[in-house]
């Protein structure tokens, strides 16, 4: 059953967002939040007392099919512009063009859970999906409270093997990401995608640092990040059933040239994503299931 308006804790608000869209927000004790129904999208996490923590663009389109800049993105069932020939653009798969259910919201201990979910045949008015013909069932839980949870579990429903990329493409707001630091990832290898790069798999050496585009895969990663935004904030990114941590920023020359992002926010922002991509797609059988979650906290 789908969630209606009488049916939320008086911390929720089931109201009509940017473009018209769907926009679920949740207001406690303990911190403020916002989800769009298109995509499962969550587009703001502010615990009580702190500084935003998610980052939006301010060119960001809100319209239906069309992606959202910004917040959380549900990157599946391929992860940019995915590893077989003949996926429909746009990159990043179709679940976040997609409109999701509420199907239930919780208030405990001043925290609040979401639960929405996705199917095949919810995403069939989605042309991308076309090209991605398997039965499947989508879980995205979301809470809101000291820290964010997002945990996002897909369920094989169809009568074959299915193979899919995902991740939890997570923009986070910092202070200025040339004095932001990514720590955790000392020794861990990775696809370097920045324009230029090589195809041969690199190793980091001690922390990331931003001094131009930074596009990078890294593989076999199960540990917990911290990323030291450079104003005495620190944002951990932990996670679970994922075996990638994707780190990005646009910098110049690519903010520039994207139309649903300003020239001038690169800056502001760094994408840490818990991710399952490229050689690390997930495989399930019929009816198994897999679920990948990202856990985000901040101290000072």
Known sequence: ???????????????????????????????????????????AWTPAGADPVIWMSGASHFAPGEPIRGGIPICFPWFGPGREPGLAPPAHGFARLAPWRLEAAEERDGAVTLTLRLTDADAAGVPAAASWPHPFTAT???????????????????????????????????????????????????????PGAGPDLLTQEGEVTFTGET??????TATAVVVD???????????????????????????????????DEWPSMVCVETANALGDAVVLALGEEHTTTARITVTR
Request: charged residues 20%; aromatic residues 6%; proline residues 4%.
């Open 215 to 220: 596009d990078r895969v890294y593989a076999s």
């Open 229 to 263: 935004e450079g104003a005495g904030r620190r944002i951990g990114v932990d996670k679970d059933g994922s075996a990638n941590t994707v780190v990005w920023n646009p910098w110049v020359d690519k903010a520039a040239a994207m139309p649903d992002y300003g020239d």
């Open 140 to 194: 995205c839980t979301v809470t809101f409270g000291r820290e964010l949870t997002v945990a996002l579990t897909v369920r094989n429903t169809g009568p074959e093997e299915i193979s899919y990329e995902e991740a939890l493409h997570t923009y986070l707001a910092v202070s200025d990401v040339r004095t932001t630091t990514v720590d955790g990832l000392d020794g861990a290898t990775y696809l370097d995608k920045a």
């Open 1 to 43: 059953m789908t969630s209606t308006a009488a049916d939320l804790p008086e911390s929720v608000t089931l109201a009509e967002g940017e473009g018209g869209l769907p926009v679920v927000r949740v207001a406690t004790a303990l911190a403020t939040g916002e989800l769009y129904l298109q995509g499962a999208h969550v587009t």
